[in-house]
Each structure stands twice: as C-alpha cells, then as structure tokens.
C-alpha cells in the first residue's frame, strides 16, 4: 500500500508511504491486519508505545481513506476487502526512527466490549425453546382455542410447517443444511443472498430465526387489531374442562361472558394441558416466548463470537423437531478439543448431543472424531433405551465405515451423564467503567 499526499503537522519531509509486512505476528489475534506492519514516514510528536486511533471512512475500487490522529489519508490498496467503511482499528508505535512504524493491534478487546454489552441486554431476556413449542403444540392441537383465534393459529400452524421433520434428522446430507438454518448464520445468509447483484433477492427457506422473526410480527399485527376492536373476554370451559376452576358469583353456563369482579380462575391442575381461557393473556405470553427465544439465538451467536475471537470457535445450536404427534428440541454442542491432542497433533472435534424423542426418554451423547477415528457415549435414563442402543452398535459401526470411519469405542450406561463442561468465555463484567 502507499499513502498518496497526507495533509497533517504530523507528516514532514516529504510524501509519506504505507506498507504492509509480509510476516504474521502468532501473537496477534482477530484483528483485519492481524498478519502486518503498517509503516508512515516519521514526524510530529509521537513516542514509541503510543497508540493511534485508524477508521476506515471510504473505500473505492482501488483506494481507501483513512482518518489518523484528525489526518485524513487516502491510500492505494489491492486489500480492500479486509476493510470495511466506519472500521476502526488501533495501532502501537513501535519505532519512530528512521520510519514511524506502526503495529496494527488486535481488535478483540473492542469486539469483546461490545459483546458483552449486548449479552447483559439479551442473556436476561431469554426463554426456552421447548417452553414455546409447548405452547405452539398446544395452540395448534387445542380446538376450542383454534376456534377462537384461528389466525393466530395459522400463523402457528406455518410456523410448525417450517420445522424440519425428525426424518431429516436421520440423512447424514441434510444435518448441515438444518445447521446452516439454525437461527446462528442467519445475517450470514442474507449477506450472501445480497452479493448477488446479478439474481433476485430471496429469503433463505426455513431459516429458525427468520420464521421466528415472521411470528412475532403476525402475533404484533393480531394484537394490534384484536385491541382495535374488541374487549378482553373469558371464555367459559367446556363441562368436562370445569373442574378446578372457583367461580365465586359467576355462574358457569357456556357461551362467552365478560369478566367480573370476584371471579378467580385457577388452571384444572387434573387436565392434561392447561386451558386457555383468556385469548389476549395467551397471546402476549406466545409473544414473549417468540422474543424470548429470538434472545436466546442471539445469545449463542455471540457466545460463538466469543470463542471466535480466542482463535477455539465452538458452535451451541438448539433445534427444533418436528414430529408426527409432538414438537421437540435437540441441544447440539460442537467444539475443537485443544487439550487432547494425541501424539501426531491431531486437534479432536467433540460434539456433545441432547435430545428426549417420545418413548426412548432423555439420552445425552458425546461424540469425539480425532482424524477418522470416531468414539460414541451414551446416556440414557431408560434402562430399556440403553439396551436397545447397545443391541445396534453393530448397525452404527456398519454406518462409521461406510462414511470412512474407524470405530473407536462405543459405550451405553443407564446412569446420569457427567456434567457438560463448555468453554468458559469471557467475564460479563470484564470491563473498565
């Protein structure tokens, strides 16, 4: 790179240049020019282990102006794809004799500030993703409450359609297409979508995030004119449905009346699902679990920033299943095992799975592949699953070797699993005040 004509105090004895070193620094991190120097012609004020302030304020096709110390600089550069306009970078004096050189810092104190402030606005609004497919299983299988708010239970029932089914879960080349729209990439994949100048923009299908972003904006739209147009009613239970419920001085008789004061209303603790009695109190706590678990998706992307910013990404993912009579959820958790490397350096993936499908109970997995080699632990809490696994170890061995892989050692226990261990980020209140 070289610096064009500078208009600074700080720049004297002629047309400064900028260069960027060819060696990599193994001690910087994350940083866009992690891997170089930056070196200016000496002059002005400035002592060695000062740092200096760099944005990024235009970029053309081949040159980019920069703002150094209240200086701006235009520079010609073949690396304009490792900037980005309003990047801001900080660099460290390391020499000012007979050049001023400059080493650009590693960005990741500045990312992590950010991080973690944004991680003390979503961690405390988060809510489980199982807690809201309960909620949506019961909207959209409950026909007195379908009756009564069929729109918020198509915008539901889309919503459960746009989950994979658990037969994708069984097809080795679907997994990572389910991964991929997982909610994690999902400004990944728009991105991509818009670098497409030369096609038509389309929304990635079945993205968990974006059908997630959909249903909150249907139920928004909904309340906004439910609230228009109608009062807050109760609806009264059906004959079988009026157990548990203390009336006081209001008679149960059918058909909808309005509230009144003294009613108390206790949910029938001996029905299998709670009833739904008042449609507008449903419907702001559908909304809350929808943003709820928006939150938590965004917690896990930045989570996975954290660790990419220490050089060790680890993914966590939670999703959703759809099956034939229930919605379920598995806990995906995948990481680079940096403290098990074997004699010949070889850096294990370690992907640890959680998962509870009707009739085979809760059953934890911790899947290790160092090279091709491939080990399998189970934990299953019923007795009758953990013999069953057993039973088809042959069949998954069958399987590691038709995709290439060495078997290692495969164990099922009907016993507790051990507690996950996952990689501890940084400090939320590691932060100057």
Not at 286 to 295: F, I, K, T
Not at 378 to 406: I, P, V
Not at 412 to 432: F, G, M, S, V, W
Request: proline share 6%; net charge positive.
């Amino acid at each position: 790179m070289d610096i064009k004509k500078p208009n600074s105090p700080l720049f004297t004895g002629g047309t400064p240049s900028i260069s960027k070193q060819a060696s990599a620094s193994q001690n910087q991190t994350n940083s866009q020019f992690n891997s170089g120097n930056l070196k200016l012609d000496s002059g002005g004020q400035i002592k060695i282990g000062q740092q200096i302030e760099l944005q990024v304020l235009k970029i053309t096709a081949s040159e980019a102006l920069l703002q150094i110390i209240g200086s701006k600089l235009r520079i010609h550069t073949t690396d304009k794809d490792l900037l980005q306009i309003g990047q801001q970078l900080k660099a460290q004096v390391t020499s000012t004799e007979p050049v001023l050189q400059l080493k650009v810092l590693s960005q990741a104190a500045a990312s992590q500030s950010i991080i973690n402030s944004t991680l003390r606005q979503t961690m405390p609004m988060q809510q489980s993703l199982k807690g809201l497919l309960e909620s949506i299983q019961l909207l959209t299988k409950t026909n007195t409450v379908a009756d009564s708010q069929p729109a918020l239970t198509q915008a539901a029932n889309r919503f459960v359609q746009s989950l994979p089914p658990i037969e994708a879960y069984k097809e080795a080349n679907v997994l990572p297409e389910i991964l991929k729209k997982s909610g994690l990439f999902t400004e990944h994949l728009l991105a991509h979508q818009i670098k497409k100048t030369n096609q038509p923009f389309v929304v990635p299908n079945n993205d968990l995030k974006i059908a997630l972003l959909r249903l909150a904006t249907q139920i928004r739209n909904l309340q906004t004119e439910t609230r228009a147009t109608d009062k807050p009613t109760l609806t009264s239970p059906t004959p079988n449905e009026r157990v548990g419920i203390e009336t006081g001085n209001l008679p149960v008789t059918g058909g909808k009346q309005q509230a009144q004061q003294g009613s108390v209303i206790k949910p029938n603790t001996t029905h299998q699902q709670p009833m739904l009695i008042h449609n507008e109190q449903f419907t702001d706590k559908l909304l809350h679990q929808v943003e709820g678990v928006l939150a938590r998706l965004q917690t896990l992307q930045l989570q996975h920033a954290q660790t990419h910013e220490q050089d060790r990404p680890a993914w966590s993912f939670e999703l959703p299943v759809r099956t034939n009579n229930s919605l379920e959820h598995i806990k995906i958790y995948i990481e680079q095992d940096d403290e098990t490397k074997n004699k010949n350096y070889l850096t294990p993936w370690k992907v640890i799975l959680k998962f509870n499908i009707e009739e085979l109970g809760a059953i934890q997995a911790h899947v290790t592949l160092q090279g091709n080699k491939v080990s399998v632990n189970f934990w299953a809490e019923n007795a009758q699953t953990s013999a069953l696994f057993t039973e088809h170890f042959n069949l998954l061995c069958k399987q590691f070797d038709k995709a290439g892989l060495k078997t290692g050692q495969l164990n099922c226990r009907c016993d507790p699993p051990p507690k996950q261990t996952i990689r501890t980020h940084t400090p939320l209140i590691d932060e100057t005040t």
